[in-house]
């Protein structure tokens, strides 16, 4: 056996629970100290690309614009499509979906 599993089978319930409540709070400093350590290199990291810590976890890396709408649902003037990813149901329903494009 190892000097853990003895301190736990000479201990009472009272010990064992006093060691683990003293055990958590051990972990809990340890990560306060690992995460502070961690921030500094994110500070120190986002510095390399002139950026903050917040903007580099947020950066998608890639700028997409709104795309124009290409068709229009003459049911609701609101709904639009612009022709990117997949058709709407008002527009697969459309006998003629060509008759829904707006006109460039």
């Known amino acids: 056996m190892n000097d853990i599993d003895d301190l736990i089978e000479a201990s009472?319930?009272?010990q064992l629970k006093a060691i683990i409540e003293k055990a958590q709070d051990a972990i809990e400093q340890k990560k306060g100290g690992e995460i502070e350590a961690i921030r500094k290199q994110m500070v120190e990291m986002s510095?390399?690309?002139?950026m903050a810590p917040e903007d580099v976890?947020?950066?998608?890396?890639?700028?997409?614009?709104?795309?124009?709408?290409?068709?229009r649902n003459p049911n609701d003037p609101e709904k639009t499509?612009?022709?990117?990813g997949k058709p709407p149901?008002?527009?697969k329903e459309m006998a003629d979906p060509d008759s829904c494009r707006i006109p460039e």
Request: proline share 7%.
């Open 12 to 14: 009472s319930i009272e």
């Open 47 to 50: 510095k390399r690309v002139d």
């Open 57 to 71: 976890l947020n950066y998608s890396g890639r700028k997409r614009r709104p795309g124009k709408p290409k068709y």
């Open 81 to 84: 499509w612009t022709g990117r």
């Open 89 to 91: 149901r008002w527009l």
